[in-house]
């Protein structure tokens, strides 16, 4: 017999002998005859090339390493128990491990509410997070690195060839300084707004939502004037707070509070043309995105909780 072969029925044997320190009494209990159990316990002493049980006539003792066997086989029957109820569990979805990915302005408030009251439901399974970009988030679903990810994007804009979830939906609002002439004013005209040097997210990050900007310029005549790329919406307005501009943010950002930062909506917009139309000013989704061909139990149990 070789090492790698002693299976479980010999380790459950041992234990019987080791707890009852009498190998009657532990053949009884195993529902068996003696012989065998002597023979099985021999064998493995041979096998492991130690003495495990010090034997006289008169009694039977563990020997130091039969001694510091018995916790570490206990866990391992224990362990091997439990192997069935793991597996279904597992199938089920309720252990496992998703890995996530997230854009920084789901993380503002909603994402902590998520990770808190899924693993309040699902204990046994790892939710492993990372802050990431949506360039980055593509390239790490190429290299298999990620499971899902909460994407930034323009309505209906989502990438390509994976399967999503929309689970947030709010408008652009403008970013000023607070010492800002915009910012005092009880209306805005976005001509004003529009005029001044903008601070935006370079457009691979996100595609969509900059070409949605880029068309709010453009519509009205004009062309942006660019101070400043930054990737993070967190740092955009750090920016925008140190006087290099303005900035057209998702809504959720207003949660990072900045001091000195002010935030203007569409409503706080001059309505224009003859009609007095009021302004629309572009909107942007985050969408939970995962790989159509997943098949990670743990990962269907996440979108099922996302989607409820």
Same mark, same amino acid.
């Given at each position: 017999?070789?090492?790698?072969?002693?299976?479980?029925?010999?380790?459950?044997?041992?234990?019987?002998?080791?707890?009852?320190?009498?190998?009657?009494?532990?053949?009884?209990?195993?529902?068996?005859?003696?012989?065998?159990?002597?023979?099985?316990?021999?064998?493995?002493?041979?096998?492991?090339?130690?003495?495990?049980?010090?034997?006289?006539?008169?009694? &039977?003792?563990?020997? !130091? +390493?039969?001694?510091? #066997?018995?916790?570490?086989?206990?866990?391992? *029957? @224990?362990? %091997?128990? =439990?192997?069935?109820?793991?597996?279904?569990?597992?199938?089920?979805?309720?252990?496992?491990?998703?890995?996530?990915?997230?854009?920084?302005?789901?993380?503002?408030?909603?994402?902590?509410?998520?990770?808190?009251?899924?693993?309040?439901?699902?204990?046994?399974?790892?939710?492993?997070?990372?802050?990431?970009?949506?360039?980055?988030?593509?390239?790490?679903?190429?290299?298999?690195?990620?499971?899902?990810?909460?994407?930034?994007?323009?309505?209906?804009?989502?990438?390509?060839?994976?399967?999503?979830?929309?689970?947030?939906?709010?408008?652009? &609002?403008?970013?000023? !300084? +607070?010492?800002?002439? #915009?910012?005092?004013?009880?209306?805005?005209? *976005? @001509?004003? %707004?529009? =005029?001044?040097?903008?601070?935006?997210?370079?457009?691979?990050?996100?595609?969509?939502?900059?070409?949605?900007?880029?068309?709010?310029?453009?519509?009205?005549?004009?062309?942006?004037?660019?101070?400043?790329?930054?990737?993070?919406?967190?740092?955009?307005?750090?920016?925008?707070?140190?006087?290099?501009?303005?900035?057209?943010?998702?809504?959720?950002?207003?949660?990072?509070?900045?001091?000195?930062?002010?935030?203007?909506?569409?409503?706080?917009?001059?309505?224009?043309?003859?009609?007095?139309?009021?302004?629309?000013?572009?909107?942007?989704?985050?969408?939970?995105?995962? +790989?159509?061909?997943?098949?990670?139990?743990?990962?269907?149990?996440?979108?099922?909780?996302?989607?409820?």
């Amino acid at each position: 017999m070789k090492e790698s072969l002693i299976d479980l029925r010999v380790w459950r044997q041992f234990l019987a002998v080791a707890e009852e320190l009498h190998f009657g009494r532990a053949a009884q209990r195993l529902h068996m005859t003696q012989p065998p159990v002597t023979q099985a316990i021999a064998q493995l002493e041979k096998t492991l090339g130690v003495v495990l049980f010090d034997r006289t006539r008169r009694r &039977v003792a563990l020997s !130091p +390493a039969g001694e510091a #066997l018995v916790p570490e086989v206990r866990e391992l *029957l @224990a362990r %091997a128990q =439990a192997l069935p109820a793991r597996a279904r569990a597992a199938a089920a979805g309720e252990v496992g491990r998703v890995r996530l990915a997230f854009v920084s302005t789901i993380g503002f408030e909603r994402l902590p509410v998520w990770v808190r009251e899924f693993r309040l439901r699902s204990p046994d399974v790892a939710l492993e997070l990372v802050e990431a970009t949506g360039d980055v988030q593509l390239e790490a679903f190429s290299r298999g690195e990620i499971d899902a990810g909460l994407m930034l994007h323009s309505p209906g804009s989502a990438p390509p060839g994976l399967e999503r979830l929309v689970v947030s939906q709010e408008p652009l &609002v403008l970013a000023l !300084p +607070a010492t800002h002439p #915009l910012a005092k004013a009880r209306k805005i005209r *976005l @001509a004003d %707004a529009l =005029a001044e040097p903008v601070v935006i997210f370079p457009r691979r990050i996100v595609p969509s939502l900059h070409d949605a900007i880029f068309d709010l310029y453009h519509g009205a005549g004009r062309t942006p004037r660019i101070a400043q790329e930054a990737i993070q919406m967190q740092t955009i307005v750090n920016l925008v707070w140190g006087g290099l501009g303005v900035a057209w943010v998702p809504e959720s950002v207003m949660q990072f509070r900045r001091a000195g930062i002010v935030y203007r909506g569409a409503a706080e917009f001059e309505p224009e043309g003859r009609r007095r139309a009021p302004v629309a000013l572009p909107s942007c989704e985050t969408s939970l995105v995962w +790989a159509a061909e997943a098949a990670n139990p743990a990962l269907a149990r996440f979108i099922e909780f996302i989607g409820q």
